[in-house]
């Protein structure tokens, strides 16, 4: 297939090149050269600009930081685009925004899949993302083989949006599960047992999760570099919230979670794990 | 003086009364007629032709884009008003969407002053706000014979937008005040207790409070008819915690009071008294 690959970041640059190695035929472009560079290297063709990455191709992807850059993007991407082309945006933005672009990109006679991953960046170099798509039944059809490259675990949820709901909803359950985890350390720590011992003994029973696993193990090692950055989970918290603000929906412990991130960027954690909500849990219990 | 006023509703009809009755002439506009009916004013067609007639004008608007499009809009107030005139926006928005605004007004020599309001329709009527000026402090003093036409206490906060963290400020403590009196009552009346006996006695002590007495009231004979729609302060909620993110600054009792105001909104209580969070705390899954 032909496939468009636009937004070339952490996430993206893997994601592309798991789709060059599955035998699809990728076209790239990014502002900065050196952003392109690993990815021609590998075989991929580069493109003038966003608009003539578009033009001639089965598929378009992308993969940026926030609902502007999709809405920008995407404009682009209808100038340039033949009859028939499917895009696709792998980033997490409001579901509200997704369904706007959606709309836009029908009226130019395009189909948008809105297609967020949970994973993170060892997922994405795996090829092993959670890959959860909103979309008519015959773009994301359109866009399995793709998909297939990119993660083992590729649903269809529903309709233009559902994917980032489903996004969303991982979040609220990630943001909180890290927070959960990271206060069930401070409190062991605080009351002077072992930490490493109460992971062990926890992994066993119902408490057990990946997030206990992963994100613990790494709370223990104070192995603070990211992994998903504690800015970015903060700014899809605030879809969450904002998007409960709009439907009145009341999350009191996705609003309390909600804020501890914004402490966390607040007191220059921002560029650290999300697991570094520990440390802001320790200085705000005079553990620091 | 000619004064424009802009936001005939439930606080901006009393407010523009009073500056009529303190000897001012009165220019209106609205984007529903109906609104403008039976006032003393000269009705104008758009904002721009108010505008051209005001060296001073009024508006107090719902939302951050209602203001944006009323000042700078296709026929807006931009387009109207002369250098050196006054635009003062006793609406509750962003402070980010102040500054800009009045960025832009500045570009054509157009003075504004963000001037948020606290006091409820009551005070409005009772010419008894309290007003929380952002902008220039001359500006502020040309302007105050008319805001003391409409409050008894004046403060100049600072800058443009400076007015409306004020009145942000304002709604958190206001709205997590209810939010205690309401668990408060509560729990007195869960526990067996006479609800309004509680609040008489409280009246009394260190929790005595407007909030208490006001909202504490409504709570106890259940009359929950607006005071102030509880809508109005869910959107105030949306714009604190925007505000509080874009500083990083963590509103953990904040947070939490919005999601009992998202609860009361999916109730379709939003336009009752925001005493209804007592309500939400009765509802039963």
């Known amino acids: 297939m032909k496939i468009a690959f636009l937004g070339l970041g952490i996430m993206g640059r893997p994601m592309a090149l798991n789709l060059i190695k599955g035998g699809h035929a990728v076209t790239v472009w990014a502002r900065r050269a050196e952003s392109m560079a690993p990815l021609l290297a590998a075989g991929a063709v580069a493109a003038a600009s966003q608009v ?6 089965d598929l378009v992807i992308s993969m940026v930081a926030d609902a502007p850059d999709v809405a920008e993007v995407m404009r682009a991407v209808a100038q340039g685009a033949q009859p028939g082309l499917v895009a696709v945006d792998m980033s997490t933005i409001a579901p509200a925004a997704a369904r706007k672009i959606g709309e836009e990109l029908a009226a130019a006679g395009v189909d948008f899949v809105d297609a967020p991953v949970s994973g993170g960046e060892v997922g994405a170099i795996a090829g092993m993302l959670a890959i959860m798509a909103g979309g008519s039944e015959a773009a994301f059809a359109r866009a399995k083989p793709a998909f297939e490259c990119l993660g083992k675990n590729v649903v269809h949820v529903g309709a233009s949006g559902a994917g980032q709901v489903t996004k969303a909803a991982n979040q609220i359950v990630t943001g909180m599960g890290v927070l959960a985890v990271a206060e069930a350390f401070a409190f062991a720590s605080k009351n002077g047992v072992e930490v490493g011992k109460v992971r062990e003994a926890l992994l066993g029973g119902f408490a057990y999760s990946k997030i206990l696993e992963n994100h613990g193990q790494r709370m223990l090692d104070r192995n603070f570099k990211p992994g998903f950055k504690s800015w970015m989970h903060e700014k899809d918290l605030n879809i969450v919230m904002q998007t409960a603000h709009e439907l009145g929906l009341c ?4 609003a309390a979670t909600a804020q501890m991130f914004n402490a966390m960027v607040g007191s220059g954690l921002g560029e650290e794990d999300s697991i570094a909500v520990l440390k802001l849990l320790e200085s705000l219990s005079g553990q620091a | ?4 006023f802009i936001g005939l509703g439930v606080m901006g009809r009393p407010m523009a009364l009073h500056l009529q009755k303190a000897g ?8 529903r007629p109906v609104s403008v009916a039976g006032l003393p004013a000269t009705v104008c067609a758009t904002p721009a032709e108010l505008g051209r007639c005001c060296a001073v004008v009024f508006t107090v608007i719902t939302s951050s884009a209602d203001v944006e499009g ?10 109207g008003l002369a250098p050196g005139s006054v635009l003062v926006d006793c609406s509750t928005i962003a402070p ?10 500045r570009e054509k020599g157009i003075h504004m002053l963000d001037a948020p309001v606290s006091g409820g329709a009551q005070g409005a009527i009772d010419a008894t706000l309290a007003i929380m000026a952002g902008g220039e402090a001359a500006v502020l003093e040309r302007v105050r014979p008319l805001l003391e036409c409409l409050g008894k206490r004046i403060v100049h906060i600072g800058p443009n937008g400076a007015g409306q963290v004020a009145k942000a400020c304002n709604q958190m403590i206001m709205v997590a005040a209810i939010q205690a009196v309401a668990e408060a009552m509560h729990l007195a009346a869960a526990a067996g207790v006479e609800a309004g006996k509680v609040k008489a006695a409280l009246a009394g002590g260190s929790a005595a409070s407007r909030v208490l007495e006001v909202m504490g009231e409504r709570m106890v004979s259940g009359d929950y008819a607006a005071g102030i729609e509880a809508r109005l302060h869910h959107k105030d909620f949306g714009l604190v915690l925007e505000a509080a993110r874009q500083s990083g600054v963590p509103v953990p009792l904040t947070a939490v009071v919005g999601q009992q105001l998202n609860s009361l909104m999916a109730q ?6 925001t005493a209804s969070l007592r309500r939400v705390l009765q509802l039963k899954s």
């Open chain 1, 251 to 254: 999350l009191p412990g996705s």
């Open chain 2, 268 to 273: 379709g209580w939003g336009r009752d008294d």
């Open chain 2, 96 to 105: 980010d969407a102040a500054r800009r605004i009045a960025g832009r007004l």
């Open chain 2, 1 to 4: 003086m000619r004064v424009g």
């Open chain 1, 52 to 57: 003539e990455a578009a033009r001639g191709q």
């Open chain 2, 24 to 31: 001012h002439e009165l220019f209106v506009w609205a984007r």
């Open chain 2, 70 to 79: 009323v000042a700078l809009g296709a026929d807006g107030l931009i387009d």
